[in-house]
Nanobody, 120 residues
């Protein structure tokens, strides 16, 4: 059974930082690209960032560039999302996802999400 479990969300003031983690089990982690997505209340889920199987390639949404860093540790089956200079509009449920293909949508496996709330 494939499981993706996010953690690290919480309440932070604007300008602060958070690091999200996602631990993956049930698949060969190093064979999969990993992505982060988010969904704010009343909005559609949107792409944030993705990283290739070996970490050599990363892609970011325009809204994330310069403030967000995606990384992975294949030895720990974990992908990270470092978020800096957070803004209230970053408030959302953040999801990690796994797929054999590096892309911005249509991922095969999803986590349950972790809430990030940024206060002004």
């Amino acid at each position: 059974q494939v499981r993706l479990v996010e953690s690290g969300g919480g309440l932070v003031q604007a300008g602060g930082s958070l690091r999200l983690s996602c631990v993956v089990s049930g698949l060969t982690f190093s064979n999969y690209a990993m992505g982060w997505f988010r969904q704010a209340p009343g909005k559609q889920r949107e792409f944030v960032a993705t990283i290739s199987w070996n970490g050599s390639r990363t892609v970011y949404a325009d809204s994330a560039k310069g403030r967000v860093t995606i990384s992975r540790d294949n030895a720990k089956n974990t992908v990270y999302l470092q978020m800096d200079r957070l803004k209230p509009e970053d408030t959302a449920v953040y999801y990690c996802a796994a797929d054999p293909i590096l892309r911005r949508a249509n991922y095969a496996y999803w986590g349950q999400g972790t809430q990030v709330t940024v206060s002004s």
